[in-house]
């Protein structure tokens, strides 16, 4: 599975958009995208995944590049409750796959 | 997640003593995992299993031992071979042979040494 790059924090005000960026530069044709968040001593959750298109669910937007190289997770209207590990991740996905998970971003929302 | 439950919620292991975390789920789903976490970093894989009777090792197997006699549980021993092993521990499943295949997470096991 391809590797990902993502900055170790970031911060952003209560009700703004938080835009998390992850770099996958290595990745190949058939590899999705994945985020996951983890609030403090949980299990992590899955958040939303994508292949080349944009997504959007009730929880949050991905954005994919033309080329596939990059990402941002968009969550439109952050609360204090996003405060989280966010995970990007890479994978092929399927009964042989294995998501393998980084540090993460720490996103803190400010009040 | 309501669908997978993991106990206890906090373990203490003296020196030289086994300990086995339990996971059990009802999601129907074939595959089965087990990850460990230690303060300030990511999850990394212990054991696999994609079907009954049937596992794999991760990335950090030694010192760990699992056992899938049944589709709905996934034990985990902890040995005493395991020199180090304070950390949280999640178990995960996820649906096997989906392309877009996601993990569903459980609340963890906290295992310190006493």
């Known amino acids: 599975d391809a590797k990902t790059t993502q900055p170790p924090s970031m911060d952003c005000a209560e009700g703004r958009a938080a835009n998390l960026p992850c770099n996958h ?6 590899e999705y995208v994945y985020w996951y968040r983890q609030i403090h001593s949980q299990g992590p959750q899955y958040i939303i995944h994508g292949l080349k298109n944009n ?13 596939r190289k990059s990402s941002t997770l968009i969550l439109p209207h952050a609360t204090l409750r996003d405060t989280a590990v966010y995970y990007c991740i890479v994978s092929i996905g399927g009964a042989n796959s294995k998501l393998t998970f980084g540090k993460g971003i720490t996103l803190s929302v400010r009040p | 997640d309501g669908g997978i439950t993991q106990s206890p919620k906090y373990l203490f292991r003296k020196e030289g003593q086994n300990v086995t975390l339990s996971c059990e789920q009802n999601l129907n789903h074939d595959a089965m995992y087990w990850y460990r976490q230690d303060p300030g970093q990511g999850l990394r894989l212990i054991y696999y299993s994609q079907i009954v009777n049937d596992f794999q090792k991760g990335d950090i197997a030694e010192g760990y031992s699992v056992s899938r006699e049944k589709k709905e549980s996934f034990p985990l021993t902890v040995t005493s071979a395991q020199k180090n092993p304070t950390a949280f521990y999640l178990c995960a499943t996820s649906d096997r042979g989906r392309l877009d295949e996601k ?12």
């Open chain 1, 25 to 30: 530069s290595t990745i190949s044709g058939n």
């Open chain 1, 55 to 67: 997504e959007t669910n009730e929880m949050a937007s991905l954005i994919i590049t033309e080329d």
């Open chain 2, 103 to 114: 993990l569903f997470f459980g609340s963890g096991t906290q295992l310190s040494v006493l």
